[in-house]
């Protein structure tokens, strides 16, 4: 079973950027395909972006493409997002997953292991 373990978010202004990190513990990342959902107040769980198993594929929502960039580091066993040219509707707290198969799906439902969450505030 793999633990993961968000940080960097934090708040910043419109058009900023911020890198966040998924650290992963109890197994390596490498047999996972991983990703990214945030969750807004009032607002479903979202699709944000994910990487499969040795990183050749991502795929992210029309919302995000564009200004985020998922990757991860096997050997140091992190997952990573980083978000420039953010916008306030950007703001919510971001979930790292895991997903211990070969595709990567942008549904919740198909994820096996989450984080605790770390908040992202952008302000206009």
């Known amino acids: 079973q793999v633990q993961l373990a968000e940080s960097g978010g934090g708040r910043v202004q419109a058009g900023g950027s911020l890198r966040l990190s998924c650290a992963a513990s109890?197994?390596?990342?490498?047999?996972?395909?991983m990703a990214w959902f945030r969750q807004a107040p009032g607002k479903e769980r979202e699709f944000v972006a994910t990487?499969?198993?040795?990183?050749?594929?991502?795929v992210y929502p029309d919302s995000v493409k564009g200004r985020f960039t998922i990757s991860r580091d096997n050997a140091q066993n992190t997952l990573y997002l980083q978000m420039n040219a953010l916008k306030p509707e950007d703001t919510a707290v971001y979930y790292c997953?895991?997903?211990?198969?070969?595709?990567?799906?942008?549904?919740?439902?198909?994820?096996?292991?989450w984080g605790q969450g770390t908040q992202v505030t952008v302000s206009s």
């Open positions: 997953a895991a997903r211990e198969a070969l595709t990567i799906p942008p549904t919740r439902r198909s994820y096996d292991y």
């Open positions: 109890g197994r390596t990342i490498s047999t996972y395909a």
């Open positions: 990487i499969s198993r040795g990183g050749s594929s991502t």
